[in-house]
């Protein structure tokens, strides 16, 4: 959360010393300041008292910042400052990338990720294409995943599918060493060929402004009618695979996003749909080495701050500080939000400065999707066939996957415990219930994918709920979503919903969007134009 639910606002000049009598938001940026530690009601005189400390700390910080920066000016010896709101893929990535540029960067990051996926709790894959974040552990000299392993897809009739590790076998052209490596247990292969002349919208979308606008009107439902894929092939392949890889039913997600992601990580070319995983949390196995060695390199990470507002100075028609918790100010240079969907909107409706763009307003039109995620500890071994499985639930109405951590995480390994992992997504009829209530119903989800679960009894669980935690694709929202480059001339945007030449929905594309490539037909002109505008 951005804040709390009520809000005591004041205007500030963001280029210099406060003047209490303005309180134009079309000139200056609106603050807002909590009216007390937790968001309660003061007495009016309370909050006078309030605004004017608050006043006066900022006044004198400006003060401060102003004679500080033209000394540091003059003598050439200031480095660029930008600040990065947001700790995950995409805001690591940034200031990855902005470090090794030599700015001096700082990073906001609260106790929730600001919104972030990553820290949503759930447990993500790594697929053969994501060559960027590879790379990235292999400069950290760490060895982070498991091996390649085999996955599985179950629909509401049981085991559908089986996914070998396809790098082991003869490559064959594409789409035909998936279709034919691919072990299908149930479907004919009358039902398996009608998934070939899709093949014929996954060449015509190459990814391009045209392409989106040409498939985002209608829903990958529609798509698959259109091109003749049988009903049963939809039904108990694409739809759960599709489900837990935008997170919602095929017939809420957009043409152009499941296209997108057909190709990237399954049709492109044959291995692309192996996959390893994490051996321990990313946030522990990952994140935290990879903060550590941007520290080494003079990173700043301001923890548990909560981002009320950005500042806009009129004078120069860019955004000036940032204004957090604690009534901080942080000056800045340029400015790298990347969070999620929900974050921004929050951030939107408390800033005037965002409010006054229309690219902004058009984010409070774009949706998220809920994320159940529930650990479970059962008393005996339970015999799980696949570590990694994706599955749709009966009635299609929400997806979920299922993991054997007693085989990916290194410290369930020798546990005499069966530990499991489900997330659940757009599980939106769950986010109510206590957590004895969500246990019951996983145990019977899990119940009709392995059947010894039956006979083994629960002894602990760790239950968590994220709600509006990843982006929704839904059929017309990609109008609504953002590029790199903002209005702002130093304002950047991050994440896996910003709209790039990139295939895949996934932490791959938020990372891979913040390093290394500079190329102008990719979405990374943020970069280079934040080298040209504020050199180190």
Known sequence: ?????????????????????????????????????LGGPKSAAAASRSRRRSHAAITGSAEAHSSSRSREEEEGKRKKKVSVIGSGWAGLGAAHHLCNQGFEVTVFEDGN?????DNAGIIQGFWYPYKNIFSLVDELGIKPFTNWMKSAVYSSEGLEVEFP????????????????????????????????PLMAAVIDFDNTEMAWRKYDSITARELFKQFGCSERFYRQVFDPLLHVGLFAPPEQCSAAAALGILYYTSIAHQKDFDVVWCRGEVKETIFDPWKASLRSRGCRFMEGREVRDLVFDEGTSSISAVFCSSDELVYADAVVLAVGVSTVQELVKNSAALRSRDEFLKVLKLASIDVITAKLWLDKKVNIPNPSNACSATDESFGWTFFHLNALRDEYKDCPHTVLQADFFNASEFVPLNDDDIAKRIISNLGK???????????DMDISTSPKSLTHFFPGSYKHMMRGSTSFPNLFMAGDWIVNRHGS??????????????EPSCGFGWKRKLCQDHPG
Do not use: H
């Open 1 to 37: 959360m951005l804040g709390c639910s009520r809000w005591w606002s004041t205007t500030i000049p963001c280029g210099g010393l406060i003047n209490p009598s303005s309180t134009s938001p079309s000139r200056y940026g609106s603050m807002s300041y909590s009216s007390n530690g």
């Open 113 to 117: 990720g600001f919104g972030s996926s």
């Open 165 to 196: 590790v396809f790098q082991d076998l003869q490559q064959l052209p594409a789409p035909l060493g998936t279709l034919l490596y691919t072990q299908f247990k149930q479907l004919p292969w009358v039902d398996r060929l009608s998934s070939l």
């Open 449 to 459: 994918c392995a059947n010894d679960i039956e006979n083994a009894s629960l002894v």
């Open 505 to 518: 929905w996934s932490q791959e594309k938020g990372l891979r969007e913040r390093l290394g490539s500079s």
